[in-house]
């Protein structure tokens, strides 16, 4: 009988499969692994290890530009490209401005603006209280300010990874305070838009998901954002936009 041969043609396959293996594993320590809850791990992370169900990626900027976050408290290790740290901040767009110095900041005075009746003031003057506004979201009338969100049209968070993060900071405050990227919307509504740009997420109102995608779309060629970024939009606006039209008829 010939077994030698066998038992070495057996031991072959088993080194080839074992060093296959070996690469796999190799391969996958060395990505960066997003948790179920959106933490982004990089192998120096003290969480790596315990990571077990995630989703890949081939480093860290990926990760948060796909809508990641680092874990608090955890600075990545030097050897991190530092263009792959930059994590998105809200304290990056600054806050809400008041540039005529009346104590109404950008907020308030587009609740005033868009009010469709005399707003109420609060005792300073400086905070709208009530009014009537319909929200383009969900086509709702509100009579409370404390009912609604001031939303930024094209999220800041959503900016960042397409581009606002080469922007100044004199630009990222501009844009966060600028009323073309602003609409007074239901607060639930818009906490449940989040970050999420048109590809995940359009207004409940089907009537308005044209007009949000065309306001968006301007938006992005106001500013510099990635021009990928606008032809994707562009993209989703006319085929949206078509089946409106479609179902209006």
């Known amino acids: 009988m010939r077994v030698a041969p066998f038992i070495i043609t ?5 080194l080839t499969s074992y060093s296959f293996l070996a690469s796999a594993q190799t391969s996958v320590d060395d990505v960066v692994k997003q948790s179920q809850s959106g933490i982004c791990h990089t192998p120096s992370s003290p969480y790596y290890d315990r990571t077990k169900r995630f989703t890949a990626y081939p480093n860290l900027k990926d990760c948060l530009a796909d809508g ?11 050897s991190a490209r530092s263009d792959e740290v930059k994590a998105y901040q809200r304290s990056a767009f600054g806050r809400w401005k008041d540039d005529d110095d009346d104590c109404m900041n950008t907020r308030h005075e587009l609740l005033a603006r868009l009010s469709s009746v ?56 501009r844009f966060a305070n600028d009323p073309i990227n602003l609409f007074a919307v239901d607060d639930s509504t818009n906490r ?36 990928a970024a606008r032809q994707r939009i562009d993209a989703q606006r006319q085929r949206v936009c078509a089946e409106t039209t479609v179902a209006e008829r």
């Open 68 to 78: 990641g976050r680092l874990p608090k408290g955890y600075k990545p290790a030097a």
């Open 10 to 14: 057996l031991l072959a396959l088993w």
């Open 192 to 227: 449940r838009k989040g970050a999420q740009g048109p590809m995940d997420w359009l207004p409940p109102n089907q009537a308005f998901q044209c007009q949000y995608l065309t306001r968006f779309q301007r938006v992005l060629r106001i500013y510099s954002f990635q021009a």
């Open 118 to 173: 005399a707003v109420t003031l609060s005792e300073d003057g400086c905070r709208v209280v009530r009014g009537h506004w319909l929200d383009p979201y969900t086509g709702r009338s509100f009579l409370s300010a404390d009912d609604l969100d001031v939303d930024h049209l094209v999220p800041l968070k959503w900016a960042w990874t397409h581009g606002a993060d080469r922007w100044d900071r004199a630009q990222r405050e």
